[in-house]
């Protein structure tokens, strides 16, 4: 009852186009500034979702998986190399070993920074190998699916069904690591280039399953040059298995 | 002027009725202004809405820095040395926590003997956490859950006689004394998180491996 009343008093005392324009620029004012804050909103959120790296990975992100379980990897590759330098005389083997210990160790450095840079525990969130039973960046499961997405490796290997905290692909057990602990010379570099093609052939598993599901420039350079660099070791030291057989 | 009378009624009805008239069509005005003001400002509201519910959900989930987990019951040290010395060493807490250190480091695993202190301490000093039990204060199936709770690598686990608690689990400058894992599995576990090769060690990431084997190493 009280609208009519007031509208009538606007239009006859002469205030209502002034009370109008006022509240109609008030209107303008806001729909300003809702403008601008979407315009800004959709900004940040087309930036943030079209940036090569969409969001630092956290702590259960395959990123984060494939860092603390491929230290796990690389330190037991260079457990192997340094092991091999005591136990035999010969400069071929003992440089590869030599340059294995010292790239892998600089390596597990890098991913432990990451982890660092990322702001997320070293210790694992999650059991080994969760990151690995993760979808593909193409929805796969992995199970089955042909990967070598690297392309360097050259060879598409189907990649076996991984379950959480099974065991990496290609660590030396206990008892082959005693085997190797216990032999010297060619006995030692031949248990060594065999127990390493393994190690790097399941290095390179794993390399290759984080560049099926991850973005994240560092890590998929890191991985791609893993693939790389691994494969040309698997075939050197494949030749030098067949010069000692 | 009885027929002037209701003309000049008949002129102000008209007019009357013309002002009613625009007042309508004014109010109709403002009505369908307000209406398409009020839906404008709810789509732009729903919509602002909708993209920090978005931002929101894309932005992954909230980090917790490992350093600032806090864990009761820890036991903290600082200013602590890290000299290679030869000998034995006289250790400010019990089991130790960090120190001088023989030069040659333990090699990481389970070990069913006591260990020497010198020897892993300094796989703290390379980010190792060692687990140590009192073999009088626990039973033979809470040290079997402790070995399947320790980390696979830079953890260590062995008996240690005399401890005031039944088991502690250190790394360098930090330990926390607990009854077992199975009752206090959310302290030793963000203990783990927390310390396990963290930054707070002089050397993290450095070997565990390739040093010297202890007594009775099983894994």
């Not at chain 2, 009854?179 to 959310?186: C, G, I, K, P, S």
């Amino acid at each position: 009852m009280t609208a009519p009343g007031r509208d009538d008093a606007d239009v006859t005392d002469g205030a209502g186009p002034h009370r109008a324009s006022s509240s109609r620029r008030l209107r303008l004012v806001i729909a300003g500034v809702l403008t601008v804050a979407i315009v800004l909103l959709v900004g940040i959120a087309l930036g943030r979702l079209s940036s090569p790296n969409p969001v630092t990975p956290g702590t259960d992100s395959v990123e984060a998986g494939f860092s603390r379980d491929m230290q796990v990897h690389h330190e037991q590759a260079v457990q192997m190399a340094m092991m091999v330098r005591d136990r035999t005389d010969d400069p071929e083997v003992r440089s590869m070993a030599y340059d294995m210990a010292l790239t892998q160790s600089q390596q597990a450095g890098q991913m432990y920074a990451w982890l660092e840079l990322w702001r997320v525990p070293q210790a694992p969130s999650e059991p080994t190998m969760t990151w690995m039973t993760r979808p593909t960046l193409d929805g796969d499961y992995g199970s089955h699916h042909m990967t070598g997405d690297g392309g360097a490796s050259g060879s598409a290997t189907p990649v076996a069904t991984h379950e959480p905290g099974g065991r990496m692909p290609g660590l030396a057990t206990d008892e082959q690591l005693a085997a190797l602990d216990s032999a010297r010379g060619v006995e030692a570099e031949r248990l060594f280039l065999t127990l390493m093609i393994a190690h790097h052939e399941g290095g390179i598993e794993m390399a290759d399953a984080i560049l099926a599901r991850s973005e994240v420039t560092q890590v998929r350079a890191f991985a791609s040059g893993m693939v790389q660099t691994q494969q040309s070791e698997i075939d050197a030291m494949q030749a030098m298995l067949a010069e000692r057989s | 002027m009885a027929d002037d009378k209701p003309t000049v009624k008949q002129q102000r009805d008209a007019r009357r009725q013309e002002k009613v008239a625009e007042l309508k069509r004014q109010q109709a005005r403002a009505k369908r202004n307000r209406t398409i003001g009020i839906v404008t400002a709810s789509v732009a509201g729903a919509a602002a809405i909708a993209l920090v519910v978005t931002f929101v959900v894309t932005s992954g989930q909230p980090r917790q820095d490992p350093q600032a987990i806090e864990i009761d019951g820890v036991k903290t040290y600082s200013d602590l040395t890290a000299n290679h010395v030869g000998g034995s060493v006289d250790y400010a807490m019990t089991p130790p926590a960090g120190g001088d250190h023989n030069q040659i480091w333990l090699n990481c695993g389970v070990y069913t003997e006591p260990v020497p202190n010198e020897n892993a301490v300094h796989d703290l000093e390379h980010g190792a956490v060692w687990f140590t039990y009192d073999p009088e204060q626990v039973s033979e199936s809470e040290i079997e859950a402790l070995r399947d709770f320790a980390p696979d690598t830079y953890a260590v686990v062995s008996p240690y006689e005399g401890l005031d608690s039944p088991m502690y689990v250190s790394a360098w400058g930090a330990q926390l004394p607990f009854a077992n894992v199975t009752d206090d599995e959310a302290t030793v576990s963000d203990f783990v998180t927390k310390y396990w090769k963290s930054t707070n060690a002089p050397e993290p990431g450095a070997p565990c491996t390739g040093g010297v084997d202890g007594t009775g190493k099983i894994a």
